[in-house]
């Protein structure tokens, strides 16, 4: 759940390397023990630090109402789920998408900066995110296990494949790929 903070303007490795020095405190309760100072400095490393501490300590307290009962939270109706983390400062759609899917198992399929280039590589210009994130659930099983393994999969071809740059030429997809260069 912190690393979906944590990742935010970030990169993942940055994310692995902080949660791994701070394993010891890397549950809710002993980060909720941490001052907002000690908690700065853990998450140092990962960048916007003040903000990311804030978010966190907010999504903290809202997991807390729930007595850190990650049962109680995956019985509450995900739209009302859903709101009540984007409620929250510091949590848009993107990372309240990852809350649900990885950390509470909850379907909503993630949206994010890698999602949009792949879609609109293979010519579907969708005009917005709602959009986007309607085409993927009206069209896979309604479930997190699929949504986190789709969203792992276009990240991690994004990441090595289909960057910023693309390397079509060792493209799976680049018979489909409206971007071929």
Known sequence: MFQSVLVQNT????????CA????????ESIEALS????????????F?????????????WFRAYQFDRQAVQ??????????LLA???????????????????????IDAYTRRL?????????????RKDFFESGLPNDAHIYGWYHWLILEHCISVC??????????????CRQII
């Open 88 to 110: 929250l400062s510091g949590i848009g759609a993107e990372t309240a998408d990852v809350i649900l899917v990885y950390a509470f198992y909850r379907p909503s399929f993630i």
């Open 11 to 18: 990169t993942w490795n940055s994310v692995e390397k902080t």
């Open 21 to 28: 020095a701070i394993a010891d405190k890397l549950t809710p």
């Open 36 to 47: 907002p100072e000690e908690l700065e400095q853990c998450i140092r490393p990962c960048g």
């Open 75 to 84: 019985r509450i109706p995900l739209p009302k789920l859903r709101g009540e």
């Open 163 to 176: 960057k910023k740059r693309p390397q079509c030429h060792i493209c799976a997809l680049k018979t489909a």
């Open 119 to 131: 879609l609109l590589r293979l010519g579907y210009a969708l005009p917005d995110d709602p959009a």
């Open 49 to 61: 630090y003040r903000s990311k501490s804030r978010t966190i300590r907010a999504l903290i307290a």
